[in-house]
């Protein structure tokens, strides 16, 4: 028998419903997310290549939602990685929002006034082929306890800071022990009010949201929002709209930020469809953000003249409150900037 690492024996004798189970169990192989899906064999070499890039990774409860032998799914493009990813492009880059120079201390990004990014978890449940991370030296913003009171001692002493934002990689890969302790750590801190989670586990596998979460979710001082990102109305599925309401229940804003994707979302239907089934989940849209120019993603591209005449159609189509913000992250700008 293969002696398998403490968290992974874990993650197997796990219940298969668990999310743990699941996150261990994702597809992480290019030519069985190809087969299962019946493409093509002409696709294997593309995913291969890519995927020797930024490895393949797709939950069951994700891959689910995407049609067979459907190679322009919305869902699937955003997961099988192609040849084109090895191609470069000129302006496209590995760090392309610098947050290299805004780490005051391990795991936490101080970029924007009154508001931390804290790295929680170095990994996500699904690898998204056009993510602005993928290139993110994770391994080294993954902070032990011990290493996280640097954090939070920066926190601590710095009163202008009233919103703690947990990131990643996806901050909910991390255990409810963890987050717990840190979330409690957290509001010790008296000028903390908000806490806010970016977070696409709720979306690709819903059984995130169990009863550990929302224990120590329901259970803190800070106010609580969090912030989903789901690209096209097909993520959203009843598991998703049952775990959606669970933490609407726990007392937590709901948000959605999206990016606009060539092949996924470039479209006013699939864009209008997308805010109106989020709002029937209780999600309001926050941000649409057009591509950051990360190497490996310029066929997700497109182009801002494109993206600001998409988002003046879709004016017509919903009310002011289902209309999501377009930005773009211009590094050393002292926020989002509206396009
Ligand atoms: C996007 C981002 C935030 C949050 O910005 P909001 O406009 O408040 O959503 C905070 N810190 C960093 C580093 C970010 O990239
Ligand atoms: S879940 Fe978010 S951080 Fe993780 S790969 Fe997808 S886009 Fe990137």
Redesign the pocket.
């Known amino acids: 028998m293969i002696v398998a690492s403490d968290n992974h024996e874990r993650a197997s004798q796990a219940q298969p419903s668990s999310w743990q189970h699941q996150l261990s169990h994702a597809i992480r192989d290019p030519k069985l997310l190809c087969q299962r899906l019946g493409l093509d064999d002409a696709w294997l070499p593309g995913a291969q290549t890519g995927h020797a890039l930024f490895e393949v990774r797709v939950p069951e409860a994700y891959f689910k939602r995407i049609a067979h032998n459907a190679p322009d799914d919305p869902l699937l493009r955003q997961v099988l990685p192609l040849g084109d990813e090895a191609l470069a492009r000129p302006g496209y880059v590995t760090d392309p929002l610098e947050e290299a120079d805004h780490r005051p201390a391990r795991g936490l990004i101080h970029k924007y006034a009154g508001r931390v990014l804290l790295i929680a978890s170095p990994t996500?449940?699904?690898?998204?082929r056009?993510?602005?991370?993928?290139h993110f030296p994770y391994s080294e913003n993954a902070p032990s306890r011990a290493q996280w009171q640097e954090a939070l001692d920066y926190l601590r002493f710095e009163p202008s800071i009233t919103e703690a934002i947990l990131s990643?990689?996806?901050p909910l890969a991390a255990s409810d022990r963890q987050l717990a302790w840190l979330v409690n750590e957290l509001e010790a801190i008296p000028h903390l009010k908000r806490l806010r989670i970016h977070t696409?586990l709720p979306v690709v596998i819903p059984d995130r949201v169990d009863s550990a979460l929302l224990g120590w979710l329901s259970n803190t001082r800070l106010q609580k929002v969090l912030v989903l990102?789901i690209n096209h109305a097909n993520e959203i599925d009843p598991a998703v709209i049952d775990a959606c309401a669970r933490l609407k229940a726990a007392g937590v804003t709901l948000l959605n930020q999206s990016v606009l994707l060539r092949g996924v979302n470039d479209e006013v239907s699939a864009l209008a469809t997308l805010s109106e089934r989020l709002f029937e989940a209780g999600v309001l849209p926050y941000y649409l953000h057009v591509l950051d120019p990360v190497q490996g993603a310029a066929h997700f591209d497109v182009p801002d003249d494109e993206a600001r005449a998409l988002v003046t159609r879709l004016r017509d189509h919903l009310p002011g409150f289902l209309m999501p913000r377009l930005v773009r992250e211009i590094p050393g700008e002292a926020s989002k900037t509206p396009l």
Do not use: P
């Open positions: 996500c449940a699904v690898n998204c056009y993510c602005f991370r993928r990643g990689g996806d696409r990102h």
